[in-house]
């Protein structure tokens, strides 16, 4: 499995942007994709954004699309999650996640980052 280590998150405002990071270790990570995922309270994980290591290829869930953005940094072993125009309802914890690129399912987890958005 791949180790993951998130940061970043914190309280901001509506309206404001946050940025989260992942710190990835343990395999080779052109062969897997990393990804985030969001569970608010009493709510089920939902899927936010992911992206392919080998050739950056992005995908969003609908709720974030146009508002945040994943991306990576090959030298430092990390994905980004930079979130914009935040929303109460993007309050949760935020993961990370990691699969093999040929996989469909998730298979190695951050601990999670708490995100507030106060409104």
């Known amino acids: 499995h791949v180790q993951l280590v998130e940061s970043g998150g914190g309280l901001v405002q509506a309206g404001g942007s946050l940025r989260l990071s992942c710190a990835a270790s343990?395999?080779?990570?052109?062969?897997?994709?990393l990804g985030w995922f969001r569970q608010a309270s009493g709510k089920e994980r939902e899927f936010v954004a992911d992206?392919?290591?080998?050739?950056?290829?992005?995908f969003y869930g609908r709720s974030v699309k146009g508002r945040f953005t994943v991306s990576r940094d090959a030298a430092k072993n990390t994905v980004y999650l930079q979130m914009n125009t935040l929303k109460a309802e993007d309050t949760a914890v935020y993961y990370c996640?990691?699969?093999?690129?040929?996989?469909?399912?998730?298979?190695?987890w951050g601990q999670g980052t708490q995100v507030t958005v106060s409104s």
């Open positions: 996640a990691a699969r093999e690129a040929y996989r469909s399912q998730f298979d190695s």
């Open positions: 343990g395999r080779t990570l052109s062969q897997y994709a």
């Open positions: 992206i392919t290591w080998s050739d950056g290829d992005t």
